[in-house]
């Protein structure tokens, strides 16, 4: 048997879907991620085998697609993240950390994805 502490962790992460949610939320931040990536790739590079009327157009559009995702889930993690029942500084240091690895993911994704992947095909 668990003790009382990691059975209510344990409660909250499997019986009440917080463990679902934490994936659906990076699945989330990952796609939304490449199409940033992808809209930025367009604009740096031309859109290659695309016929497109404007792909410096399109490629910023992409973008601003991407990254409206990405603030919409940005703002749906800390709006879960606020509802939470426990005090109110565990919320805001549990807001600051979801926000500060969030952005470094993402960043860590584009950066990722600028440079051509892990120097495969370049």
């Known amino acids: ?23 659906e939320n990076t699945r989330n931040m990952a796609v939304s991620t490449l199409i940033t990536a992808a809209g930025l790739e367009v604009v740096r590079e031309g859109p290659g085998e695309l016929d497109l009327v404007n792909p410096t157009l399109v490629g910023y559009v992409v973008v601003a697609i991407g990254g409206s995702l990405l603030l919409l889930n940005l703002l749906d993690g800390l709006w879960r993240l606020s509802r939470m029942k426990s ?7 549990l807001c600051a950390a979801y926000a500060f690895i969030f952005w470094r993911v993402v960043l860590l994704v584009l950066n990722f994805k600028a440079g051509g992947g892990m120097g495969v095909g370049n």
Request: net charge positive.
């Open 1 to 23: 048997m668990l003790p009382a502490s990691i059975r209510r962790i344990a409660v909250q992460l499997f019986d009440n879907g917080v463990l679902r949610l934490i994936f």
């Open 87 to 93: 005090h109110l500084l565990l919320q805001i240091l």
